[in-house]
């Protein structure tokens, strides 16, 4: 009996052990080590399973541009050009001034047929899109205390009052359209969302259930804005202005560009 009870304490021992270990595997795995491992996969041309491993990584959380960058590359390579363009609008948030981002991006949008470009906006608001979020009111703020140190050079120098006119209204000019057009791109980013076809073709239907009608159909990659909700399902419209419902396993739904 001893034995028995000695070799069922042992059993319970290896089990809590082995438990122990898939645990801290899990929880404490390098990222850097399962980087590595995909990007090998990519370069061996295993483009499916490198897309998976990459994806593995950003779902535990290791977020990162480099990370989506690579996964947006293994997913066109795989075929899949709709969660390649996903992914890389998410590092291009992250990343907004990264120029193989934006390059990749704009050659799989290229490759594309079927697909709705974003629209175009004002050469301010293009400049302002590839500064991140919290550095657009920066700018504003070095501009404001540019226009104070102009006003306060013009009290202490009556001489250069003349010389500091132009300078200071250009200035002031460029404080209030640089402030309004970073009031409206953070306005726009948090309120507006964008939709990203992921299958190859998906139906847009005229009501959001399965039994509805097909409004139009759309193909992988297009980037439909998201007009409404409802349970599973966004309303989405395309760039002739129709409105159809598809189901959120079919889109990745991203914050507007």
Known sequence: MRNLRFTIYGLRFLIVFAVTIAFSRAVFADPAVDFNAANELYAKGKFVEAAAAYDKIIQNGAVSANALFNYGNAEFKAGNPGKAIAAFRQAELLAPRDAEVRA??????NQLQGGSPPTAASRLNDWLGQLK???RPLLAAVLYWTVLLLLAAKQFQPKLRSKLRGATAFAVVLVVLTAGAAGFRASEHF?????????????????????????????????????????????VTD?????????????EVLPDA
């Open 104 to 109: 990749n991006l704009s050659f799989v949008r």
């Open 133 to 135: 979020l919290h550095a």
């Open 191 to 235: 309120s507006k969302q964008t939709a990203v076809v992921v299958p190859p073709q998906a139906n847009a239907l005229s009501g959001p259930f399965d039994d509805a009608q097909i409004a139009f159909l759309v193909q992988a990659g297009a980037e439909l804005p998201v007009v409404g909700r409802h349970g599973d399902w966004v309303q």
């Open 239 to 251: 760039h002739t202005g129709k409105v159809g419902w598809i189901g959120k396993k079919q889109v």
